[in-house]
DNA sequence: TATAGTATTATCAAATTGTTAACGCCATGC
DNA sequence: GCATGGCGTTAACAATTTGATAATACTATA
């Protein structure tokens, strides 16, 4: 496969790097590697990735840094981020996302989760028109302007708030938005309303997309993937 | 394709301009580049694009600046023009759009979004040229010069508010029209009508035509469908 | 198995729209 | 000038839809 994007990976440790980039350059990426914050950031400005596996833990400047740094410069505004965290570091792993990354991985890493999710990420990035208005991802298109979602050519009626929310997590198809994230954006800042809201306005789109395309990620938010 | 379309491009770093130079032209559209706001200005009058595409930063007169003094002149009342502007430069972006720009690009561009977003203007404006004359949708049929609307060759006579109304509504079928839009483009900016102003116009609307093709999408405004 | 977090459901409150009637305005014809 | 009728607007109320919450059930994880 031959596929011209580039990736870079930061991590300290050997090992999980060669696995990562193996596994990576086999399916036609581009492979940069750094072994710490520092390497990984000036690397980044370097050779401009398309996307950037930060490990949160490493020596030097951590992953959580290495983004906020990156996130600061207009070329990387855009730049898919996915942060490396070893299992049950949930806190970090909410900073790490607050922070602007669009997805992580936990360690260790199974070269098969890891492909799929990089190869998922640049599919639907392409297929991500934030032009049109138009979003179009497999079969679903949502129309910003009709105001109207379909599925497979037919039409599924969704009240505002639920339009709304399924239309920012589509927006950035693979990205978890925190439950704040999310109030933040539909709710505005100053209107408060509990938790549980969020929970049954993407109950009731799922029951009316009747597709699992909502994925929930306990302790953090909720991702849209098809 | 031949669009037979002419573009003026003006940026001062000579990278950018051919690579939107190289894919504009390959869809067909005639290319004329400018290096600062001056040319840009002289090309503009001399070659009368339909479409201009303005950097914003550029040495001499700026984009904005060009914009100005182009729109003072009747002849590019209604051309196109669009900024290209750094990302994130929102304060720029807004002034751009006041100084009566169509559109803006963020940089860095890329040729993907550019094409879609250049061929949906001049999609636009050919579809809403055929506006200003007999929009038929299905058996209904609106004469704008005439006034009047007719379904399957039965005359329907509304009144002024009624016709305009529909007549904007069925402009872009599908599309929601918000009830600020409606009020702007109908009302003007400077009349105060209540909310239930609108309504009782798409009631009437609704029982003259005695035609289930407008929708209501509820906490946002109408729709046009058949 | 206890716990934290999420899903589900029913219910009520709130927001939004639909409908009707009434009022004032203006052009028209008498 | 004065009555008339159509039009645009508003007010008042009804009908509908939507949104938020609480209570409860469920589920994955430690």
């Not at 036609?28 to 833990?57: C, Q, R, S």
């Not at 990354?101 to 640049?122: E, H, M």
């Not at 938790?195 to 953090?220: A, P």
Request: glycine content about 6%; aromatic content about 6%.
């Amino acid at each position: 496969m031959q596929t011209g994007k580039k990736i870079l990976i930061a991590d300290d440790e050997p090992d999980i790097l060669e696995i990562i980039q193996f596994n990576l350059q086999t399916e036609g990426y581009e492979v940069v590697t750094a072994k710490n914050g520092d390497e990984a950031f000036e690397k980044a400005k370097k050779f401009l990735p398309d996307l950037i596996m930060l490990d949160i833990m490493m020596p030097g400047k951590n992953g959580i840094e290495v983004c906020n740094l990156l996130r600061k410069l207009p070329v990387f505004a855009e730049t898919l981020i996915i942060f490396l965290t070893a299992m049950s570091d949930e806190n970090t792993e909410i900073k790490g996302l607050e922070s602007g990354a669009d997805d992580y991985l936990t360690k260790p890493i199974s070269p098969k989760v890891l492909l799929s999710k990089v190869n998922a990420l640049f599919r639907r990035i392409n297929s991500t028109k934030q032009d049109t208005g138009v979003v179009v991802i497999g079969d679903l298109k949502i129309d910003r302007e009709k105001y109207n979602v379909s599925y497979k050519s037919e039409d599924i009626v969704l009240a505002r708030k639920e339009f709304e929310l399924l239309s920012l997590l589509a927006s950035k198809p693979g990205k978890v938005f925190l439950r704040n994230e999310i109030l933040n954006q539909i709710w505005g800042t100053e209107v408060i309303v509990g938790d549980r809201t969020i929970d049954v306005h993407i109950r009731k789109i799922r029951q009316k997309l009747d597709l699992d395309c909502i994925t929930t990620v306990k302790g953090v938010g909720y991702k849209f993937e098809m």
